[in-house]
């Protein structure tokens, strides 16, 4: 491998994938070989016809670590990124481009920056793919799971730099941060050379759209506040996720709840996600019809968590009844169903909207969320609960409550060594002795032994797992429902939404 070629094969996928302009080859040839430490550049004749059917980088990439890592750079990966991100068009330009795109075509210009994202290897498609996905139906409704095994994990070494290096440094102030627009990164703090952002305006304030590195779904967007400032459920919440579907049709958007248990892993930036994937929860028909009128319908769908929808050609309309519900709620006791709003001054109550525009109609979904923990279930009364955890004990945010579980990556392995177990007849002792985080799966190797048996076939294996997993989610969800799907349940809905229609009377 020589990396004179190897820069050559970088300008010239620059050139074809990312827009770089014929003059501006020699000015940064000149900065790869500075970068790489190479004092001349090639200067032979290459065919590098087959750089046009690249789909992604990887490739030329995998010569680039191959060179670094040979002449003892220190990290590698850092430097890649940052070398991407040189190569990609400015921050200022793909803005540009991708508002003019979007002007002609909705969703033309979110296509071009997810598109560039992927080229430039910010978002790492190779990686992505290697996620482990399946669904399940369940007639009415489905759910969709995936192992995700993208995120990169730090090794001991990184771990070490980390405790020596980065204790003081408070830049960018979190993950989410607009100073991330080209950080080259650091031991604890990833590279953001090659991010390129879209800016817009919600409700009069500044916010932007960035894709995800590690792609839950398809277009799997983040929209960030410009603003540091707290996660928060608000009145204006509402209209700022309305307005954004205004903006950008072919997406839908949504909002993690603003207290812990209940909501997201940053709770201190607040942003929204959305994205072109049509979750499950988008499938849901109505269960009960509240109120509909020539302005507004308000129904309860047939999902697992309580799910009320709000669908009206008025963008103030949809906009008027969040906030009904929303501040109801919020304050709203029923102890019969174990619901408390509030301990002393801490709030427990609160929602997670999302919305979406189909065609001229305005769609806006909150599922009633309460994060209050008792003896009984200390990690929340409406989270999962206990016998769930050996799948998925984590907060169950915006996209799980919508029906796409992203599940730990241990669970790959873990999952190996199950499968093992119902292929084979070696004692059960064996495998646990061997393996000994497989003793938190125990409740579930002796159910599906003792329904399926042992020296099973690899498909029989694979449903009865899957299955397996999936109905775990399924009552994952059903435990977050704030009122259950039983008389009682239903009953103290009712109640809830009396009160809902009672503020909504002229």
């Known amino acids: 491998m020589d990396i004179k070629i190897t820069i050559e094969k970088l300008l010239k996928y620059a050139e074809i994938h990312l827009g770089m302009e014929s003059l501006d080859k020699i000015y940064f040839r000149n900065i790869l070989l500075d970068r790489l430490q ?14 046009e059917d690249l789909k992604v980088p990887d490739s030329i990439l995998e ?32 803005s540009f481009l991708a508002k003019e795109m979007e002007i002609v075509k909705p969703g033309l210009g979110l296509d071009y920056l997810y598109n560039l994202s992927i080229k430039n290897n910010y978002i790492q498609k190779t990686a992505i793919d290697k996620n482990i996905y399946f669904k399940k139906d369940y007639g009415s409704n489905f759910l969709e799971i995936t192992i995700n ?54 409700n009069n304030e500044d916010w932007f ?43 839908f958007i949504g909002s993690n709840a603003d207290l812990p248990i209940v909501g997201g892993s940053i709770l201190n930036h607040e942003h929204y996600q959305g994205g072109s994937h049509l979750l499950p929860v988008f499938f849901s028909k109505d269960k009960k019809v509240y109120l509909q009128n020539d302005k507004v319908k308000i129904s309860l769908l047939d ?45 427990h109550s609160t929602v997670t909207p999302i919305a979406r525009k189909i065609d001229d109609v305005y769609s806006m979904n909150l599922i009633l969320r309460n994060n209050r923990c008792n003896e009984e279930h200390p990690g929340g009364i409406f989270h ?35 499968k093992e177990i119902l292929k084979s007849d070696i004692s059960l002792d064996t495998y646990y002795k061997k ?8 409740e579930m190797i002796d159910y599906l032994v003792n329904k399926y048996g042992r020296k099973l076939d690899e498909d029989v294996i694979n449903k009865a797992i899957t299955d397996y997993v999936a109905d775990t989610c399924k009552n994952i969800l059903i435990n977050t429902a704030v009122f259950k799907d039983d008389e009682k349940g239903r009953s103290a809905l009712d109640k809830f939404m009396e009160g809902v229609k009672n503020e909504t009377r002229d």
């Open 38 to 51: 190479v004092d001349s550049p090639y200067l032979g004749e290459l065919d590098l016809k087959y750089i």
């Open 63 to 94: 010569e680039v670590k191959e060179y670094l890592v040979s002449k003892n750079f220190e990290m590698p990966d850092l430097l890649i990124t940052e070398i991407m991100g040189l190569l990609s068009p400015l921050p200022s330009k793909i």
């Open 149 to 202: 095994l993208s995120k990169p994990e730090k090794n001991n070494k990184d771990i070490a730099k980390l405790l020596i290096k980065s204790q003081d440094v408070k830049y960018p102030e979190c993950a989410l941060c607009r100073e991330n627009l080209g950080y080259k990164g650091r031991v604890d703090h990833p590279s953001r050379v090659n991010i390129r952002i879209l800016p817009l305006k919600l």
């Open 209 to 251: 759209l960035q894709y995800s590195p590690y792609a839950y779904f398809d277009h799997h967007a983040i929209i960030i506040n410009n603003k540091h400032s707290n996660m928060s459920i608000n009145d204006d919440t509402f209209l700022k996720l309305l307005q954004f579907v205004d903006q950008f049709p072919t997406f």
């Open 303 to 347: 999902w697992y968590n309580t799910t009320l929808r709000i669908e009206s050609k008025d963008i103030d309309e949809v906009t008027k009844y969040s906030r009904i519900i929303f501040n109801l709620w919020k304050d709203y006791n029923d102890e019969s169903v174990d619901i408390i709003s509030h301990t002393n001054n801490t709030r």
């Open 384 to 418: 999962a609960h206990k016998e769930y955890h050996h799948i998925k004990q984590e907060g169950i945010g915006l996209i799980e409550a919508m029906g796409l579980f992203i599940l730990p990556p241990r669970l790959k392995r873990q999952l190996g060594y199950v």
């Open 435 to 442: 393996y000994e985080d497989l003793l938190i799966h125990k």
